[in-house]
C-alpha cells in the first residue's frame, strides 16, 4: 500500500483544480465606495451582493495571498444550515422569536448558496443531498435523540430534522442511531472559492492579491476609514473586515477570534466496489456526536474526504499559513476513517492538509456596521462559514447601504464580541479542553452516559 501523500500546499480542494496564477497587487492609494478586507467567502460574497444592489459602487477587496487561500479553499465542503453561534445566547439578549428567526434564515442560506452560484454561472459540485449525523455508542446516542428534542425549541420540525435508521443512508461501522437533516449540502470549496472570485472581477469589482492590510483606521473628522497597505491606502465610505481565522494578526483584534486549526485527509478515488459495501450512493455530508467530532464528504470524484481537530491551537494565536499538517493527527484520522469503514481500509491517502476557523469566546457569529467609524466586520462562524458567510454577505450588503430588512434585525447584527483571556491561558484553557473531549470520547465506549470530562469541557468553553 502506498503511504506517501501531499501534506500541505493549501488543500486538496486547489490542487485538483491548480492553484490559481497571483494576481496584482494594489497599484497604489485608491478611492472606493467600500473596502473588503480578505478574498474569502465573506469578502466576495459581500462584494457579490453590493454590487447586484448598486452596480455603480466602486468595490476594491485586499487580499494578503489569493482569493479562497484560508478557511474558504480549506473546508470540509458543508453548506450546513445551522445557526452560527448560541442559540441561547442570541435569546437572551434579543428573544427566543429572534434566534428561531435566525435559524429560519440558515436554512434558506442553504437553498440560497446553490441557487446563486448557478445564476453566477460557475460549477462548484455544490449537491443538496443534506446531512446525516451518526451515534456510535449509547452515550452518543443519548446526546443525539436530546439534541433532536432541543432542537425543537429554536424551529427545527419533523420535515428539518428527524431521527432515522443509521444504515437509511450511509453504512456507518458501529453505528446504532443516526439524524438526518436536509438543510446542508456539499460543495467543492475551492472551485467556490474561485467561482465567486471571477464572478464578482466580472461585474467590476477590483480585487488586489499579494496585499497585505497592515492597519484599519476609522473615520474621523479630517479623513474617511481607510485601509493601509505597503503599498498605498484604500480610502473607503466603508472598510469592512473579512478576516475570519486570521483576524488575530490585526493588534486590536488579536483576542477576539481564537485561529482554531482543523486537520483534513483526502484518500484516493475508492473502486466501485468499496462504495457499494458502505452504501454510500448520494452526496449526504456525514458527521457524527463525538464530543472530539469529525466531518467528511463523498467528493464528487468519488473520494472520501475526511475531517477533525489535530493540533487545535498555536501559542499566541499563531498560524501555520503553509497548512501541512502532523504525521500524528494524519494517521489520528486514516484510523477514524478505516474504524467507520473497515471497507476503505486499504485505499490510500492522497493529501493531507490544515486551516484555521475564527471561534469567538462566547461562540456567538457576528455581523455589524458602524455609521460612525465607517469600520464593519463579520466572522466568528465557530465551523458553519461556508453558509454563514452568504448570510453575513447579504446582511452587510444591507447594512451598508442603510437599507431597513428582515437581515439587519437579526440577533448576530452589533453583536459585541467577548475577549479571549490573554496567554498563557488561553493555550493551556484551549489544550485543556480538547484533551478532557478525547478523555470523555475514550470512556463512553464503556458507559452509556456522557462522560463528566465533557461535561467540565464544555464549561470550561462557555458553549
Avoid at 420535515?159 to 456507518?172: A, G, K, M, Q, T
Avoid at 461562540?363 to 465607517?374: L, R
Amino acid at each position: 500500500m502506498r503511504m506517501s501523500f501531499v501534506n500541505g500546499s493549501v488543500s486538496y480542494w486547489f490542487r485538483e483544480i491548480g492553484l490559481p496564477e497571483p494576481g496584482a497587487p494594489l497599484p497604489g492609494s485608491l478611492q472606493a465606495d467600500v473596502c473588503l478586507i480578505g478574498a474569502g467567502y465573506t469578502g466576495l460574497w459581500t462584494a457579490y451582493y453590493l454590487k447586484k444592489a448598486q452596480p455603480d459602487l466602486r468595490i476594491v477587496v485586499l487580499e494578503k495571498e489569493f482569493a479562497g487561500f484560508g478557511a474558504s479553499g480549506r473546508n470540509g465542503g458543508w453548506v450546513v444550515g445551522e445557526l452560527a453561534g448560541s442559540h441561547h445566547l442570541y435569546a437572551k439578549r434579543h428573544g427566543v422569536e429572534a434566534a428561531v428567526r435566525m435559524q429560519k434564515e440558515m436554512f434558506a442560506t442553504v437553498a440560497e448558496v446553490v441557487r446563486e452560484s448557478a445564476a453566477a454561472g460557475f460549477e462548484a459540485d455544490l449537491v443538496q443531498d443534506g446531512l446525516l449525523t451518526v451515534a456510535r455508542n449509547p452515550a452518543q446516542l443519548r446526546r443525539l435523540r436530546e439534541s433532536v428534542e432541543a432542537e425543537r425549541a429554536w424551529g427545527w420540525d419533523e420535515e428539518d430534522l428527524r431521527l432515522i435508521s443509521p444504515r437509511d443512508r450511509i453504512d456507518v461501522e458501529g453505528a446504532i442511531g443516526a439524524s438526518w437533516t436536509p438543510h446542508c449540502a456539499r460543495v467543492q470549496p475551492a472551485k467556490l472559492a474561485r467561482g465567486l472570485a471571477g464572478a464578482v472581477r466580472a461585474m467590476g469589482v477590483e480585487i488586489y492579491e499579494g496585499t497585505p492590510v497592515t492597519d484599519l483606521r476609522p473615520r474621523t473628522p479630517a479623513s474617511e476609514p481607510m485601509a493601509v497597505t505597503p503599498y498605498g491606502v484604500v480610502s473607503a465610505d466603508y472598510v469592512i473586515r473579512c478576516t475570519e481565522g486570521f483576524t488575530a494578526a490585526f493588534t486590536a483584534t488579536h483576542r477576539d477570534w481564537l485561529p482554531m486549526n482543523s486537520s483534513m485527509i483526502v484518500t484516493e478515488p475508492l473502486p466501485d466496489a468499496v462504495w457499494a459495501e458502505i452504501g454510500w450512493r448520494g452526496s449526504e455530508l456525514l458527521g457524527d456526536m463525538a464530543h472530539y467530532y469529525m466531518y467528511a464528504q463523498r467528493t464528487a470524484d468519488g473520494r472520501i474526504a475526511f475531517g477533525g481537530r489535530g493540533k487545535p491551537y498555536r501559542f499566541g494565536s499563531k498560524i501555520d499559513d503553509g497548512g501541512r499538517t502532523q504525521d500524528r493527527t494524519v494517521q489520528a484520522l486514516r484510523s477514524a476513517l478505516r474504524g467507520m469503514f473497515p471497507a476503505a481500509a486499504d485505499v490510500p491517502v492522497a493529501h493531507a492538509w490544515s486551516g484555521v476557523l475564527g471561534v469567538p469566546r462566547d461562540w456567538c457569529s457576528t455581523a455589524t456596521v458602524d455609521h460612525v467609524t465607517g469600520l464593519g466586520h463579520a466572522g466568528g462562524y465557530t465551523g458553519h462559514g461556508v453558509a454563514a458567510t452568504n448570510l453575513a454577505g447579504r446582511t452587510l450588503r444591507d447594512l451598508v447601504l442603510r437599507h431597513d430588512t428582515d437581515l439587519t434585525t437579526l440577533p448576530w447584527v452589533g453583536w459585541t464580541v467577548r475577549q479571549w483571556e490573554p496567554e498563557p491561558l488561553r493555550w493551556l484553557g484551549v489544550h485543556l479542553m480538547y484533551s478532557l473531549y478525547r478523555h470523555a470520547d475514550t470512556r463512553e465506549h464503556h458507559h452509556p452516559r456522557t462522560s463528566k470530562l465533557a461535561t467540565l469541557a464544555d464549561r470550561l468553553s462557555g458553549r
